[in-house]
């Protein structure tokens, strides 16, 4: 059973900002949100990560409300680098076992000049 | 900084041959990962170690085997090779110390069968 449901695409246009949608309504107390992207046939890149709070970095911002059943992944300025598969990820970070990431279907962001 | 290095970076092999893909990951990281997408398809987890043993699998098929040697490289062994095992194989790896749950990818190993 897939734990998270994101849209299949979206776009926007290049310099705006890109709102990525992610429900994820079973998610448990220890489960924190991941975000991962993958640039066409690239390895999985790393975005950012949240349990309950809001966080930011240099790439992104993430929103999760405050039932933690969605999140909102924040690209503020949109670049056509940006172009990409984003997948939202919930799980329990782990040391050695049980760390692995489980992909599902994410969505495909194609940002237009 | 250094990156997970994965060789070879492409690989045609025949139907029933053998292949192996190594990985290299990030300096003081002790936990590897595979992973196999195919075609159009999300990254499939196939298996894992963590200090040098296997620590979770996934759908990785009996025809496979992996293994994490002493200096924490990883190697991916597939044997009789079949069509339907043509996919980009990406390896990843992560670090105990101030884990964050953030899995480091390498750039992938396209392989192709015919």
């Known amino acids: 059973d897939a734990k998270t449901t994101q849209p299949t695409s979206m776009d926007c246009a290049e310099g705006r900002a890109a709102n990525l949608p992610c429900n994820h309504s079973?998610?448990?107390?220890?489960?924190?949100v991941y975000w991962y992207r993958q640039i066409h046939s690239q390895g999985p890149q790393y975005i950012i990560h949240?349990?309950?709070n809001n966080e930011t970095n240099e790439m992104a911002s993430l929103i999760i409300t405050e039932d933690r059943k969605s999140s909102t992944l924040i690209l503020p300025h949109a670049t056509l680098r940006d172009t990409a598969v984003y997948y939202c990820i919930v799980v329990v970070p782990d040391t050695g076992a049980n760390s692995k990431l489980t992909f599902g279907k994410g969505i495909t962001l194609s940002v237009r000049p | 900084a250094a990156g997970v290095i994965q060789s070879p970076r492409h690989l045609i092999k025949e139907k029933r041959e053998t292949a192996t893909l190594k990985c290299y990951p990030i300096p003081r990281h002790d936990t590897v990962y595979w992973y196999q997408q195919g075609p159009g398809q999300d990254p499939q987890f196939l298996i894992s170690f963590y200090e040098k043993m296997q620590s979770d699998k996934g759908s990785i098929p009996d025809r496979f085997s992996a293994q994490q040697f002493s200096d924490y490289h990883s190697e991916l062994n597939m044997s009789s090779l079949e069509l339907g095992d043509s996919a980009l194989y990406f390896c990843a790896s992560s670090y105990p110390q101030g884990y964050t749950g953030e899995l480091f990818f390498g750039e992938g190993s396209r392989l192709t069968v015919l």
């Open positions: 079973t998610i448990s107390g220890n489960e924190y």
């Open positions: 949240g349990l309950k």
